[in-house]
């Protein structure tokens, strides 16, 4: 296991290499980079000059023909100093190989608009993150499963069709939908006011004792975890319910229940490990989905600075060391949760054994 586990770390290096070399090469086709996104800030605030409301000018408001001339060669000069300065005037194979020899010593480089360390801005958003997704997920998971069971137990019963119904319901209601929806009714939108609108905490909260900060961080995440946890029942619940149907109409179930085997030890000494081979398949997937990509909306409706609302400001500032820096994250956490969901196979069912599949 320990040749496996060394192996599958060696082979993160080049899938990481690609991933991060594709998304350079769609970012760089991308039209307006952030000397263009610099320029048009500089360009707006010299079009407020001009209407007389940042500085003086002539008596109509307008330009000459020299005036208009002089202010297009600064704006040329200093796109040019720009470029220069952030390293754009290199060709774009240069810029790569410099990003990865910094990425590989963890230096995430500077972000271009806001003049702090890229890993200073996700460390300073990652605690939003890793809130709204580990209550999310054990939330979902806690719940997803044992309903689950309890469905492919209750098969065609009365339970398992209203169950099922509820479940589709909340799936088809957009997470940024149902935020809304639960600001109107219970944060003091138009009916109650029982939950607190914005933040993670309150603006008293380091005056409060322990007990009343695990209050009041519970009182805040209360409706975002809510409106992230509601569309991800549905898909977990029914793959429960499904693997372990599968499993259940095995021969080696009925032999089992033939030896004298209670349904109880059926269930959890043999149908268990194998039915939660599929679900552990998919939790790399789900995390990375419910901790980073799934919460951008959610961040922005309940004024959550996560790390998905990071990610997109940094897409529509054409922030380059911000995109790659936070992709480069999410690549290694994704890759590293892939490891650990292998192991977790090994782990659950001994029977797997990768390092000899492999040999």
């Known amino acids: 296991m320990a040749s496996y586990i060394a192996r599958r770390l060696l082979l993160m290096i080049p899938t990481l290499f690609g991933i991060l070399l594709l998304n350079f090469l769609i970012v760089q086709a991308a039209p307006g980079g952030p000397i263009d996104q610099m320029m048009a800030r500089f360009e707006g605030l010299g ?8 500085g003086s000018g002539n008596e109509g408001g307008g330009h000459s023909a020299s005036d208009s001339q002089r202010i297009q060669g600064v ?55 890793i809130s709204l997704g580990l209550w999310t997920t054990l939330l979902v998971y806690l719940i997803s499963i044992p309903l689950g069971i309890r469905k492919a137990l209750r098969h ?33 939108g138009s009916y109650l006011n029982w939950f607190p609108l914005r933040g993670l905490t309150s603006a008293n909260f380091n005056e409060l004792s322990p007990l ?19 569309g991800s029942f549905a898909t977990l619940t029914m793959l429960t319910k499904n693997s372990f149907l599968d499993e259940i109409h095995k021969q080696y179930v009925l032999t089992a229940r033939a030896k ?19 679900i552990i398949a998919g939790m790399p997937a789900a995390l990375i989905g419910i901790f980073f990509t799934g919460s951008l909306l959610i961040e922005v409706i309940f004024s959550l600075n996560g790390l998905g609302l990071l990610g997109f400001e940094a897409v529509m500032q054409r922030d380059y060391p911000l995109i790659f820096g936070t992709l480069y994250l999410y690549t290694v956490i994704g890759l590293l949760l892939k490891l650990i969901s292998d192991l977790t196979y090994a782990w659950v069912d001994p029977r797997i054994d990768f390092s000899a599949r492999e040999s």
């Open 156 to 188: 065609g019963s009365a339970f398992d069709v209203w169950s099922s119904g509820v479940v589709i319901v909340g799936y088809a209601i957009p997470g940024f939908l149902l935020a809304i929806l639960l600001i109107v009714v219970f944060a003091g």
């Open 47 to 54: 079009s407020l000059a001009s209407t007389g409301l940042g």
């Open 260 to 278: 004298g085997a209670s349904d109880r030890r059926v269930l959890y000494g043999h149908v268990f490990r194998n039915a939660m081979l599929i």
């Open 212 to 230: 009343g900060k695990v209050g009041d961080y519970l009182w805040h995440i209360a409706l975002p975890v809510t409106a992230s946890a509601i």
């Open 75 to 129: 704006n040329e000069e200093l796109r040019q100093q720009l470029t220069q300065e952030y390293g754009f005037d290199k060709p774009a194979w240069e810029r790569f190989a410099l990003m990865i020899r910094d990425y590989a010593r963890f230096d995430l480089g500077d972000s271009l608009f806001r003049g702090r360390p890229v890993i200073d801005l996700i460390l300073e958003r990652l605690p939003v993150s």
